[in-house]
């Protein structure tokens, strides 16, 4: 064997092992139809079909409002494709500085800084708290997303892992660490897996017993709740006193980028010292443009809010009535639960093969061995008819794959 086959033998080995486990990813091709969510158009080998998308992050629909496609095409018309550069050298357009602004005022914080993802965004910020105040120690919630695990791990400060939305851990943790050391608390507002939310407020409250800072990663919740779509923390009247709020404008929004809304200094600081942010090329001006237009409009309509909830309701009763098993929680999540990956994998392919409804399976590593699921995200634009054909394709499913019933 030379050496490059060698590798791939390594390699293949590796993806083999993943196969086995059932945890192998397998990416549906799809092609979105502008003015048609949740429809797209699925490409395979054997050919394509028309499919229904129940596992979108584009929450709301708005990756294909009218008004924030317009805005990109204008902007592609005045400005060009790209940024051009970096933000220091040549890249920092007039669009991106507006949508600063207008998530500063989302957030009612002095300040904003874009990035080039919510991923970045995360990593960046923790990696630089961390790494640059002397003797930090970042306390994680023990659910983060891995974006913010790797931000601080990069940071190489010390870490602290507190069990999941318990604030006696927390609690316990906190008192332990040397008085005058900076502290910083770093968790989400709803978990994207199990949709369900951390206490802010008295996260807040521990946050100022011991005199630490709080990071909020709010990308599953910005542009969905709150009367202007600033997030749970504005929906509790919170956002003042958390020191950092993260968000994306990839998935509500429907663009995509990430940011972070915070104090001057703060944002300063960042936008002086972070890696991520220093050293990439800018969003293309078009994507801020779009992203403005989408946050404003969410900021004076709530019509997509109570649309979603009420699709989410309804779905839910309707899985309530056929006994198929499913996370409660408070958000607009619905993780249906199957906790096998094979069967998972399996009822998502017969889904989407038979039933044209297309449903991402979620196994392990995203969630913990067992726990597979189907994570379902109804829209506004989700019709009762859709709900329905898909409450009675996994009421079928359920039977032919003799899965337990929740009890009715
Ligand atoms: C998706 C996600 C991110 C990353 O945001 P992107 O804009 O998609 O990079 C960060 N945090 C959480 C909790 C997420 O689910």
Redesign the pocket.
């Known amino acids: 064997m030379d050496q490059k086959t060698r590798f791939d033998a390594a390699f293949s080995a590796q993806l083999d092992a993943l196969r086995a486990e059932g945890n192998y990813r397998w990416f549906a091709n799809l092609e979105r139809h502008a003015g048609d969510f949740p429809r797209a158009t699925r490409r395979h080998a054997g050919g394509q079909g028309d499919v229904t998308v129940w596992c979108s992050?584009d929450y709301l629909g708005m990756g294909q409002h009218p008004a924030v496609a317009e805005a990109m095409k204008a902007a592609i018309d005045s400005c060009g494709a790209g940024a051009g550069g970096t933000r220091n050298i040549s890249g920092t357009n007039v669009h991106h500085v507006e949508l600063e602004r207008e998530l500063a005022d989302l957030h009612g914080k002095e300040a904003a800084l874009l990035f080039t993802?919510?991923?970045?965004s995360?990593w960046a910020t923790l990696s630089t708290l961390g790494a640059r105040l002397p003797g930090c120690v970042i306390l994680s919630d023990a659910l983060n997303?891995a974006?913010?695990i790797e931000g601080v791990r990069h940071s190489r400060a010390e870490k602290r892992i507190w069990k999941h939305n318990d604030l006696a851990d927390l609690e316990r943790q906190l008192a332990s660490i040397e008085p005058g050391r900076p502290k910083l608390i770093a968790f989400?507002s709803v978990y994207?897996m199990d949709g369900d939310i951390a206490p802010i407020r008295e996260i807040c409250d521990l946050a100022d017993r011991y005199g630490a800072m709080t990071y909020l990663?709010e990308?599953?919740a910005v542009g969905l709740y709150g009367p202007r779509g600033g997030g749970v923390a504005e929906r509790e009247g919170l956002m003042d006193r958390i020191t950092v709020i993260e968000g994306?404008?990839?998935?509500a929004f429907g663009v995509?980028?990430?940011y972070i809304a915070a104090s001057a200094a703060v944002c300063d600081f960042v936008r002086s010292f972070a890696s991520g942010f220093i050293f990439t090329t800018s969003l293309p001006p078009a994507v801020a443009a779009g992203a403005c237009v989408s946050i404003r409009h969410l900021k004076e309509s709530d019509a997509e809010r109570l649309a979603q909830r009420r699709a989410v309701a309804l779905l839910r009763a309707r899985l309530d009535r056929l006994g198929i098993p499913h996370l409660p929680n408070p958000s607009h999540i619905v993780p249906v639960m199957v906790k096998d990956p094979v069967k998972c994998k399996l009822l998502s392919d017969i889904l989407l093969d038979e039933h044209g409804i297309y449903v991402q399976p979620i196994n392990y590593p995203t969630v913990p061995k067992g726990t597979e699921r189907l994570r379902f995200t109804p829209s506004p634009l989700h019709s009762e008819a859709d709900i329905d054909r898909l409450a009675s394709a996994l009421h079928g499913l359920w039977s032919q794959c003799a899965l337990a019933r929740a009890a009715a």
Request: hydrophobic content about 25%; aromatic content about 4%; glycine content about 20%.
């Open positions: 992050n993802s919510g991923y970045v995360n997303h974006s913010m989400e994207s990663d990308v599953h994306t404008l990839g998935k995509v980028g990430g």
